[in-house]
């Protein structure tokens, strides 16, 4: 069974720190590329950052750009995003995907949502005031 599980949501405050950890199953984890998305209720899903499968190449949308990092752990089959300095505006469900990919990842349109394979059930940041 395939499956993307993320954890480690949950309520900060603002300026402080999460890391977020998405588990893959079902498939061979070093042929995908993996993106983190985020969405708020009744807003697009939009691109967070990415990471390619051999974990040489990383996007980041620019609201995130220098708080953010996504990184890959091979052995444990676990992408990582540490989100630092966070914001009320941060305040979303983040999601992780999987897209079979070598070479790069995708990131910041529309379109590359619908270009990943498997998705996650999400996970909730809060990020008071």
Same mark, same amino acid.
């Given at each position: 069974?395939?499956?993307?599980?993320?954890?480690?949501?949950?309520?900060?405050? *603002? $300026?402080?720190?999460? &890391?977020?950890? #998405?588990?893959?199953?079902?498939?061979?984890?070093?042929?995908?590329?993996?993106?983190?998305? &985020?969405?708020?209720? $009744?807003?697009? &899903?939009?691109?967070? $950052? #990415?990471?390619?499968?051999?974990?040489?190449?990383?996007?980041?949308?620019?609201?995130?750009? $220098?708080?953010?990092?996504?990184?890959?752990?091979?052995?444990?089959?676990?992408?990582?995003?540490?989100?630092?300095?966070?914001?009320?505006?941060? *305040?979303?469900?983040?999601? #992780? +995907?999987?897209?079979?990919?070598?070479?790069? #990842? &995708?990131?910041? +349109?529309?379109?590359?949502?619908?270009?990943?394979?498997?998705?996650?059930?999400?996970?909730?940041?809060?990020?008071?005031?």
């Amino acid at each position: 069974e395939v499956q993307l599980e993320e954890s480690g949501g949950g309520s900060v405050q *603002t $300026g402080g720190s999460l &890391r977020l950890s #998405c588990k893959a199953s079902g498939f061979t984890f070093d042929d995908y590329a993996i993106g983190w998305f &985020r969405q708020v209720p $009744g807003k697009e &899903r939009e691109g967070v $950052g #990415c990471i390619s499968a051999s974990s040489k190449i990383t996007h980041y949308a620019d609201a995130v750009k $220098g708080r953010f990092t996504v990184s890959r752990d091979s052995a444990k089959s676990t992408v990582y995003l540490q989100m630092d300095t966070l914001k009320p505006e941060d *305040t979303p469900v983040y999601y #992780c +995907a999987a897209e079979k990919l070598v070479g790069s #990842c &995708r990131v910041d +349109a529309s379109s590359d949502l619908w270009a990943y394979d498997y998705w996650g059930q999400g996970t909730e940041v809060t990020v008071s005031s």
